[in-house]
Structures are given as C-alpha cells and as structure tokens.
Nanobody, 119 residues
Framework: QVQLVESGGGLVQPGGSLRLSCTAS????????MGWYRQAPGKQRELVAS???????LYNGSVKGRFTIARDNAKNTVYLEMNSLKSEDAAVYYC?????????????WGQGTQVTVSS
C-alpha cells in the first residue's frame, strides 16, 4: 500500500509560478517512476511529466521548457516546478506512482491539488 499526498496548488496569474510537492508513504520500496497528471474540465487526463528512480525524465510537449520535475528519493518526494503558467495549465494535478510505468490508470494516486491560472 502506497499513499501519496500532494500540496502546493493554488491561484496564480498568467506568467506566475507554483511548485507542487508529492510525498509517498507506506510501501515505497517498489516505486520506480513517479509523475504528475492533470485534468481540466471537459478534457482527458494527461501526463504532465514523469521521473524514474534514476532521474530519467519525460515531459509533455506543452510544458517542456516551462516545467521541471525533480525527485528526492531519500524523502520519497517528487516536485513539479511550474513557471510561465498559462491559462491552459489550469487543472487538477494528480501525483502518480508505480513499480514499472505510468499509464494514467494503474498505480497509486494522490487526492489531487487544484491549480488555477487567472488574472
């Protein structure tokens, strides 16, 4: 059993920044990859970024160059630094973890943290 708790969401203006955090607890030894998904109203859930235990990263093309994912294995925590935020980044962001790969369905999920981008 793995529990994931996210934090850091909130309201920002376009061009602003936020840093999301997700901490895993429980049976953390089997976690290989952690990442962030997001879902906006009326849209499908999509992968934002992921990172392996070896710090190999993958980014959605829409956020590459603006967002940075990082991981502290000792703290079982993954971060998502979001810069130059746009209105299209507004969504509920979910932390996800799995022992093999992320498919948007399996694995352990956090409760979600809302990111609102508005002037």
């Amino acid at each position: 059993q793995v529990q994931l708790v996210e934090s850091g969401g909130g309201l920002v203006q376009p061009g602003g920044s936020l840093r999301l955090s997700c901490t895993a607890s429980g049976s953390v030894f089997g976690i290989y990859v952690m990442g962030w998904y997001r879902q906006a109203p009326g849209k499908q859930r999509e992968l934002v970024a992921s990172i392996t235990a070896g710090h190999s990263t993958l980014y959605n093309g829409s956020v590459k160059g603006r967002f940075t994912i990082a991981r502290d294995n000792a703290k079982n925590t993954v971060y998502l630094e979001m810069n130059s935020l746009k209105s299209e980044d507004a969504a509920v962001y979910y932390c996800n973890a799995d022992g093999t790969y992320l498919d948007g369905k399996r694995g352990s999920w956090g409760q979600g943290t809302q990111v609102t981008v508005s002037s």
